[in-house]
């Protein structure tokens, strides 16, 4: 898979969890704007991803779909507040960009834009114990 179109960054995604069609800007996005919808739902385990090649797996926890007006965008159906400059930052938008979706030559009416909300998964951080038993096993392995 190219991330690019120079086909300068190809890398392979590992197996693991689906992928999340678009970038993000960093791997502790909490927000994602999806301009053509999602197949992936609300609790599902998905992998967001990086044009680096770097994923993380997180938990999708809101996936709302969205209004395109001009100069705004809304959730349906909602009435939350949604911090739209960092859900630019995380997406990897401009914020103007962002908020006159309806201008952007990519735009597609006929398609319902979503906002993804992730949850990020708690990982584990390894105790001295399993380190040292960790190098003790590689230490043994070595001459092998």
């Not at 678009?22 to 991803?49: C, H, M, T």
């Amino acid at each position: 898979m190219s991330c690019c179109s120079g086909g300068y960054c190809q890398f392979k995604f590992p197996e693991g969890p689906p992928i999340v069609d678009d970038p993000v800007s960093n791997l502790q996005a909490k927000y994602q704007f999806l301009a053509y919808g999602s197949l992936l739902e609300q609790g599902e385990v998905v992998r967001i991803w990086m044009e680096s090649g770097k994923t993380k797996t997180v938990v999708i926890d809101r996936k709302m779909p969205l209004q395109v007006l001009p100069g705004e965008l809304k959730p349906i159906g909602s009435d939350d507040v949604i911090p739209w400059q960092l859900v630019a930052h995380d997406s990897g938008m401009e914020y103007e960009e962002l908020i006159n979706w309806y201008r952007h030559p990519l735009y597609n009416p006929s398609e319902t834009p979503v906002l993804m909300v992730y949850g990020h998964l708690v990982e584990k951080k390894p105790t001295l114990k399993e380190r040292w038993l960790s190098f003790l096993y590689k230490m043994r392995n070595l001459g092998r």
